[in-house]
């Protein structure tokens, strides 16, 4: 999976994640393993499994 990759690269920063609804949940968690970011729509998604800002925003409190 591509959140193992966090373990791996403790000392850089990376922004990694999956697509699409079977990767969906990856854009939040990589925040909580240490990317710096995530990217999320500010209206229409233009990425498959894209949240808006306002729902990373609920979700991640």
Same mark, same amino acid.
């Given at each position: 999976?591509?959140? @193992? #990759? $966090?373990?791996i690269?403790?000392?850089?920063? #990376?922004? %990694? *994640?999956?697509?699409?609804? *079977?990767?969906?949940m990856?854009? +939040? =968690?990589? #925040? $909580?393993?240490?990317?710096?970011?995530? $990217?999320?729509? #500010?209206?229409?998604? +233009? %990425?498959?499994?894209? *949240?808006? =800002?306002?729902?990373?925003?609920? +979700? @991640?409190?």
């Open positions: 999976m591509v959140l @193992s #990759l $966090y373990g690269a403790s000392r850089t920063n #990376l922004i %990694a *994640f999956s697509m699409g609804d *079977f990767g969906k990856s854009r +939040i =968690l990589c #925040l $909580y393993l240490g990317s710096p970011y995530t $990217y999320v729509s #500010l209206g229409k998604p +233009i %990425a498959p499994g894209q *949240f808006s =800002l306002d729902e990373v925003k609920s +979700i @991640s409190g």
